[in-house]
């Protein structure tokens, strides 16, 4: 089983900076297509960033500029940095990853088996 293990959440101002990171198994990013969700209560988990084995990323229109989706080899850890937030940016971020590789795509909810636990980002 896969278990991922998001940090990094919390509270910033608007225009300000966030850097979310997630705990991925040893060479994840070689293995998995692995991406950053959010979701606000009621609504559906939207994709945000996403990540392939051969280093396409891709990004939702919404932050595209903004986010950054990378990977922390010493770490092996997957983050997002975020960067000019926006009080719109409020809400759950979640990191998921699964081995069936993205094809360089945002890929759907659908597509991931393996998810993390959630971490809170608020902008005020």
């Known amino acids: 089983d896969v278990q991922l293990v998001e940090s990094g959440g919390g509270s910033v101002q608007a225009g300000g900076s966030l850097r979310l990171s997630c705990a991925v198994p040893?060479?994840?990013?070689?293995?998995?297509?692995l991406g950053w969700f959010r979701q606000s209560p009621g609504k559906e988990r939207e994709g945000v960033a996403s990540?392939?084995?051969?280093?396409?990323?891709t990004y939702a229109d919404s932050v595209k500029g903004r986010f950054t989706i990378s990977q922390d080899n010493a770490k092996n850890a997957l983050t997002l940095q975020m960067d000019s937030l926006k009080p719109e940016d409020t809400v759950m971020y979640y990191c998921a990853a699964d081995p069936v590789q993205c094809g360089g795509q945002l890929r759907p909810r659908t597509w991931f088996t393996y998810w993390g636990q959630g971490t809170q980002v608020t902008v005020s």
């Open positions: 040893p060479y994840g990013y070689t293995r998995y297509c």
């Open positions: 990540l392939s084995v051969d280093g396409i990323t």
